[in-house]
């Protein structure tokens, strides 16, 4: 996206961005790399700690659960949105004041988050506080890169990898304790000291680690038409249940202007000098094959880390707080095994790593293919706390075959296009998944409830037991609607399993990548 020719403005401009700056030593850098990482923490925590919130937020709110989920999606589409922006942004005004406005801004709207008092004004603030956040995650690797010497470039990342594997362990845990013990609004209200603090550490330790500016030209159609295909798709998605699907106008209207708008994109980015986002490198067949491989994987994996509390909570009778402790297992192993994926990568060809991983992490769906109502709590966190090895030995070496099949000097347009297909990916699979599942738990109650045998008999030993009728015909009527969930969300899990699979061949598309080639960590 950058021009690689400067003028002479620009060479002030780089001049006064501080190119010349050096790196930190001793207690400062400490200091330094831990407030950075803090914030590329705060920022994954958030894309987590509502998930098991949006029972206790749909209920805050007088809307549906499955309506809540639009918390969810909104933040990330606005995130993915912000991504391919990130380098243009940094470029043009300089990464740290980038990095500082964009903090500011995810304080503010995590404030304006917790003071909704309707969805609409929710969504509309969780889509500023994901447009604030995407650049977030990016930046806080170029500052620690730029902060720390080279040599301890390597550790930098370690620690800034970290925080993604540990932030979503601490999310479900911290939402539900907050939206059990507290009120839902305190999962947005606690990011405000927070970001407070940081602000405060990055303007005291990071003087001087601005980075050179150049005025360049920003490819303002393709982010109009960027916003328009990605806005109406996600739409689509999120009212068609409500809408019943294709057999609304509203809903074949916003299909047809996702699809229009979608391949216009294309076609501008593919023929403007400066696009917003380069699809040209979709022409190397390692990356495109290691992108699409991504986004299913991960698609399938955030989607399973949606429903699961919402399914613990509506029918298991689990608390916010007992979902987020089953689920936060998922990132134990994660950061166990997470350090020794790169010796891995050196002795095994990374597409067999990224194959063992996707397929391990298909092989705990079908873990939960079994599960029925009478499942404890260990049946629901084992195959959580093993799905984190899966995860550990996908995400690393796919991000090397992609970002090792293109020229270096595309390397950064291809990691933002990683970064947005892997976001993108995350809230439409929430969407997709969340709509079949709702549909068919409704298509298996009333399976079971046409099968149903002895239904008066448990009728009259319920009001035996002091039931009204009433109240016992709604009794078995919530006992059939839990089994029937039950078994939906097996067969939803046997879907997942089988697109896992799609996924760790994908990858096998790739050609393999050089040997000895660095790992992706740095972008």
Request: neutral net charge; aromatic residues 10%.
């Amino acid at each position: 996206m950058a021009s690689t020719a400067q003028s002479a403005p620009a060479r002030r401009d780089a001049a006064k961005g501080g190119g010349d700056s050096k790196p930190l030593t001793g207690a400062r850098l400490i200091l330094a790399g831990f407030v950075l990482a803090m914030a590329n923490f705060i920022v994954v925590l958030d894309t987590t700690i509502a998930n098991v919130s949006v029972p206790h937020i749909a209920g805050g709110l007088a809307v549906a659960v499955s309506s809540g989920t639009w918390v969810i999606t909104s933040y990330a589409v606005a995130e993915a949105i912000c991504v391919p922006l990130t380098g243009w942004l940094a470029n043009r005004f300089g990464t740290l004041r980038v990095f500082m406005l964009s903090l500011v801004g995810f304080g503010i709207f995590s404030t304006l988050c917790g003071l909704s008092n309707s969805l609409s004004m929710l969504v509309v603030f969780r889509l500023g506080q994901g447009l604030c956040g995407g650049p977030l995650m990016p930046l806080t690797q170029t500052l620690l890169l730029r902060i720390f010497p080279k040599p301890l470039h390597p550790k930098a990342m370690a620690m800034w990898a970290m925080t993604v594997v540990t932030a979503p362990i601490a999310g479900p845990i911290l939402g539900g304790y907050i939206s059990d013990n507290w009120s839902w609004e305190w999962i947005f209200f606690i990011n405000v000291p927070i970001v407070a603090l940081i602000f405060f550490g990055v303007f005291v330790l990071l003087r001087g680690a601005e980075t050179p500016t150049q005025k360049l030209p920003i490819d303002k159609i393709g982010l109009g038409l960027l916003v328009i295909w990605v806005g109406a798709f996600q739409m689509m998605l999120d009212l068609g249940r409500d809408e019943d699907w294709f057999s609304s106008t509203k809903i074949v209207a916003l299909a047809c202007i996702a699809a229009v708008f979608f391949v216009v994109f294309v076609i501008w980015e593919l023929t403007e000098e400066h696009p917003i986002v380069n699809v040209g490198v979709f022409r190397y067949r390692g990356f495109s094959a290691a992108t699409l491989s991504l986004m299913i994987a991960f698609g399938t994996y955030f989607a399973s880390i949606v429903i699961i509390p919402q399914w613990l909570q509506t029918s298991m009778g689990y608390t916010a707080t007992d979902a987020g402790y089953a689920m936060a297992f998922s990132g134990v192993l994660a950061v166990v095994a997470s350090p020794f994926v790169p010796k891995l990568m050196q002795k095994f060809d990374p597409r067999l790593i990224v194959f063992t991983g996707v397929m391990w992490i298909a092989v705990c769906a079908v873990m939960r293919m079994t599960w029925s109502t009478e499942i404890t709590f260990w049946t629901i966190a084992i195959p959580q706390l093993l799905q984190g090895a899966g995860v550990s030995l996908m995400i690393v070496p796919l991000t090397t075959i992609s970002l090792s099949s293109v020229k270096p000097s595309e390397t950064a347009s291809a990691a933002g296009i990683a970064n947005f297909g892997r976001t993108l990916a995350g809230a439409v699979a929430t969407a997709i998944v969340t709509t079949v599942w709702s549909d068919m738990s409704r298509a298996r109650s009333d399976d079971v409830a046409g099968t149903l045998n002895g239904a008066d008999g448990v009728s009259q030993v319920l009001q035996n037991q002091g039931f009204s009728s009433e109240q016992a015909r709604g009794t078995i009527a919530q006992m059939v609607e839990n089994q029937g969930t039950a078994i939906a969300t097996g067969h939803l899990f046997a879907i997942c399993a089988v697109a896992l699979v799609f996924a760790a061949m994908t990858i096998w598309l790739a050609p393999r990548p050089p040997k000895n080639v660095k790992t992706a960590s740095g972008h």
